[in-house]
């Protein structure tokens, strides 16, 4: 069983403050790991996948398969990051794409 | 416009009984999804297809039916089996392919059972 675990129902930080939004997961293979965004009336969005190790909108992500984590952070938080953010889990040669309960994220002017 | 398509936006019905509810994508994609996203549980994988012709239950399949008989369509039908039917629901797709592929998502339905 696949399994994604985010420990924080909102989170509130304000701007300018360095941000990190948690991610444990429990999968017993190899996993593609991914954050996703939902802003304000928007869809669904990916924001950031761990295997191309990119930073987007400022945020980064690091697998650590040790801790089984893939936390995601970002510096100096903006009022535009205000979102709910969830981490996704798929394992590899799976199409089962798995959710967090999701991270609301909400940056103090 | 290409991407992924959820009809209605909005869906009434009185319990008791079924209803569908549409997707359509013209991304080309193999795979497609539905979740359903309720406040504090964020989204539970209802049922998934890989191909046509073919899905899988997800975690919350008690209550729901799909079909896929064409690759750009993957209707959802809520049974009155369904206990608390009413809830956001999401359609996903995304290609078959090795790698971490991303999942592209419709704008939702919302149902309402009353």
């Known amino acids: 069983a696949q399994r994604v675990t985010q420990p924080e129902k909102l989170l509130s930080v304000f701007k300018g403050a360095p941000v990190e939004l948690k991610c444990n997961y429990s999968?017993?293979?190899?996993?593609?790991l991914f954050w996703y965004v939902q802003y304000s009336r928007q869809r669904l969005q990916l924001l950031l996948r761990?295997?191309s190790r990119e930073s987007i909108k400022g945020f980064t992500a690091d697998l650590n398969k040790g801790e089984t984590s893939f936390h995601l952070k970002k510096p100096f938080a903006q009022e535009e990051d205000s979102a709910m953010y969830y981490c996704?889990?798929?394992?590899?040669?799976?199409?089962?794409?798995?959710f967090g309960k999701g991270t609301k994220l909400s940056v103090i002017p | 416009d290409g991407g992924i398509t959820q009809s209605p936006k909005y869906l009434f019905r009185k319990e008791g009984q079924n209803v569908t509810l549409s997707c359509e994508q013209n991304l080309n994609h193999d795979a497609m999804y539905w979740y359903r996203q309720d406040p504090g549980q964020g989204l539970r994988l209802i049922y998934y297809?890989?191909?046509?012709?073919?899905?899988q239950k997800g975690d919350i399949a008690e209550g729901y039916s799909v079909s896929r008989e064409k690759k750009e369509s993957f209707p959802l039908t809520v049974t009155s089996a369904q206990k608390n039917p009413t809830a956001f629901y999401l359609c996903a797709s995304s290609i078959v392919g090795q790698g971490a592929v991303e999942a592209f998502f419709g704008q939702g339905t919302r149902l309402t059972v009353v």
């Open positions: 761990h295997i």
């Open positions: 297809s890989q191909i046509v012709n073919d899905f």
């Open positions: 999968y017993s293979g190899s996993p593609e």
């Open positions: 996704a889990l798929k394992g590899a040669g799976s199409y089962q794409l798995t």
